[in-house]
């Protein structure tokens, strides 16, 4: 059973900064690409930033390119998300997720094992 945890959440200001790791206990996951998404109050969950295998290769959407960087240690079974030049529309819960091989890196489908979540609030 694979479990994964996010934290590094909390309440910032715009334009301030926050990291967010996703630690996985039980089987690593190491083998396989992460991602991150995020769900605002009322609003469906969107792709927000994924990561392969080995970190060769990183992938985000339109509204944090530039902003976020997502990155990993396999040594550690950890995947981070550095969120800089936070906004208010960045408030949400933030997801990692554990992702199927040979599937879509941006599709919540694509993606098997979910975190419980960490609440990110940035004021404006």
């Known amino acids: 059973q694979v479990q994964l945890v996010e934290s590094g959440g909390g309440l910032v200001q715009a334009g301030d900064s926050l990291r967010l790791s996703c630690t996985a206990a039980?089987?690593?996951?190491?083998?396989?690409?992460v991602g991150w998404f995020r769900q605002a109050p009322g609003k469906e969950r969107e792709f927000v930033a994924a990561?392969?295998?080995?970190?060769?290769?990183?992938y985000y959407a339109d509204s944090v390119k530039g902003r976020f960087t997502v990155s990993r240690d396999n040594a550690k079974n950890t995947v981070y998300l550095q969120m800089d030049s936070l906004k208010p529309d960045d408030t949400a819960v933030y997801y990692c997720?554990?992702?199927?091989?040979?599937?879509?890196?941006?599709?919540?489908?694509?993606?098997?094992?979910w975190g419980q979540g960490t609440l990110v609030t940035v004021s404006s």
């Open positions: 039980g089987p690593t996951f190491s083998g396989y690409g």
């Open positions: 997720a554990r992702r199927r091989s040979g599937t879509s890196y941006s599709a919540s489908a694509s993606y098997s094992y």
């Open positions: 990561i392969n295998w080995d970190g060769t290769s990183s």
